[in-house]
């Protein structure tokens, strides 16, 4: 089988701006290499690339994102290629007793059977759960619901992904959780990811834009990019039920005052930095 993959072709000077770009289609995987033509800042040429599936809107959608003077093209990468050698992958270990594991690596056992392990496969386009951003996310949510005297009856997962966060919740017990992507490999994965776990019928999942979610929620996640969090802070602080927690992340530790300042009057609570990264609880 193959995964079609987004190809962008571009002097180096602007690699941020596509890397940037393609962050907020809500991938969580995006690659850069030098064509080795070139040479000196400005002037070498280099491919940023990422999938957002196989679907042909999906792709019709990002790709309508791009500058129109960007070269674009549509590759289809072999899976077996694309996947990281199962030597090179192990558990995280991102809480005491949790721990998220690739599918890769079944079986898997630990030695405590307390232990909560949720599975996850990436899919097409996304991470495997070992991010800074998802590692430091899933440690806050789970002191949330297991530490935190609140109501999470309902919890709502922005920019799901693989569904990591929105798993986890069901595997912590969260009667009524939402998951929603903009990418269609993000349904597809967290669906999967629900069946790994036995969390099937737990989540419901779709591509709904969170500008068009209705009601309110006791949790909100959304492990996003900083850009797309401010775009998104009216609508994230909308669907906050009042005394919610609202859980952000994708965000560098030294860079992301403009992000808080956007969610006021929700303030900052307790936040995990980890490789620069961080993840910040509000109320």
């Excluded at 002191?143 to 799901?160: F, I, K, M, N, Q």
Aim: charged share 20%.
């Amino acid at each position: 089988m193959s995964t079609r993959t987004i190809v962008v072709t571009v002097s180096d000077e602007f690699a941020d701006v596509v890397t940037d770009r393609m962050w907020q289609w809500g991938v969580q995987a995006v690659s850069e290499t030098g064509t080795g033509t070139g040479t000196g800042t400005g002037t070498g040429m280099v491919e940023v690339a990422t999938s957002v599936g196989s679907d042909d809107d999906a792709i019709d959608r990002a790709v309508a994102t791009l500058d129109p003077q960007w070269s674009v093209e549509i590759r289809e990468v072999d899976d077996a290629v694309a996947q990281v050698a199962p030597e090179y992958l192990s558990p995280t270990w991102y809480a005491p007793g949790m721990v998220s594991v690739p599918e890769s690596l079944l079986p898997f056992t630990p030695d405590d059977p307390d232990t909560v392990v949720t599975v996850i496969d990436p899919g097409s386009a996304f991470g495997l759960g070992d991010h800074p951003t998802t590692r430091t996310s899933m440690a806050l949510l789970a002191h949330l619901l297991r530490h935190e005297p609140t109501s999470a009856d309902r919890l709502l997962d922005v920019g799901c992904g693989t569904g990591a966060l929105a798993v986890l919740a069901a595997q912590l017990g969260v009667p009524t959780i939402r998951a929603i992507d903009i990418a269609d490999a993000a349904v597809t994965a967290t669906r999967h990811n629900m069946e790994l776990n036995d969390v099937v019928g737990r989540i419901e999942v779709d591509t709904t834009p969170v500008a068009d979610v209705d009601g309110t929620y006791d949790i909100v996640m959304a492990n996003i990019l900083a850009p797309v969090l401010v775009s998104m802070a009216a609508d994230l602080k909308r669907v906050l039920r009042p005394g919610g927690s609202l859980v952000i992340s994708g965000i560098l530790t030294d860079r992301h005052d403009h992000v808080l300042a956007a969610l006021r009057p929700l303030a900052p609570v307790r936040s995990l930095e980890h490789d620069g990264w961080i993840s910040i609880v509000l109320h």
